[in-house]
């Protein structure tokens, strides 16, 4: 049974860095392209950062510079480091895997970022 699990979300001032973390369980972590999405109030949830099991990374272009996407297979998790944070990434952040055939989604992490 495929499981993904958020953590590391919280309220965090302008400024600040959070660390969210994702579990993986259930499948072949190893070989899968992770990603992290984000979801604003009323708005579509857009890709923020995807690692591929080589170790290729996007970024959103607005988190350029300032997030930084990890993979530790030993573990199982993917990582996204959020530094500089803005009130405009406020939003709940999901991890995602495409198991060829399935999306699978956690339940996501809620980042609040204050002004």
């Known amino acids: 049974q495929v499981q993904l699990v958020e953590s590391g979300g919280g309220l965090v001032q302008a400024g600040g860095s959070l660390r969210l973390s994702c579990a993986a369980s259930?499948?072949?972590?190893?070989?899968?392209?992770m990603r992290w999405y984000r979801q604003a109030p009323g708005k579509q949830r857009d890709l923020v950062a995807s690692?591929?099991?080589?170790?290729?990374?996007n970024y959103l272009e607005s988190v350029k510079g300032r997030f930084t996407i990890s993979r530790d297979n030993s573990k199982n998790t993917v990582y996204l480091q959020m530094n500089s944070l803005k009130p405009e990434d406020t939003a709940v952040y999901y991890c995602?895997?495409?198991?060829?055939?399935?999306?699978?989604w956690g339940k996501g992490t809620l980042v609040t970022v204050s002004s």
């Open positions: 995602n895997a495409d198991i060829p055939g399935m999306p699978y």
């Open positions: 259930g499948f072949k972590f190893s070989i899968n392209t």
């Open positions: 690692i591929s099991s080589g170790g290729s990374i």
